[in-house]
Nanobody, 115 residues
């Protein structure tokens, strides 16, 4: 059974930082691309960042230079370091695992940034 469990969300003031973690089980973690998506109330879910199985990272323009994605294949965990957080970063953040013919989501963790 595949499980993706996010943690690390919370309430932070503008300019602050948070680190999200997503622990995966039930998959061969190292061969999956891992991503972080977010969904704000009334908006569509959007891609924040993805890291390939080979470690190549990409980011949405809105978070470039502020967020950093990383993965630890030994711990089956992907991280999202979020710095210089702004109120517009407020959303539920979801972890995603993907490879050909497979796509799985975590339950999400809430990030709230106060101004």
């Amino acid at each position: 059974q595949v499980q993706l469990v996010e943690s690390g969300g919370g309430l932070v003031q503008a300019g602050g930082s948070l680190r999200l973690s997503c622990a995966a089980s039930g998959i061969i973690f190292s061969i999956h691309a891992m991503g972080w998506y977010r969904q704000a109330p009334g908006k569509q879910r959007e891609l924040v960042s993805v890291i390939t199985s080979g470690g190549s990272a990409s980011y949405a323009d809105s978070v470039k230079g502020r967020f950093t994605i990383s993965r630890d294949n030994a711990k089956n965990t992907v991280y999202l370091q979020m710095n210089s957080l702004q109120p517009e970063d407020t959303a539920a953040y979801y972890c995603n695992a993907r490879r050909a013919g497979f796509n799985s989501w975590g339950q999400g963790t809430q990030v709230t940034v106060s101004s």
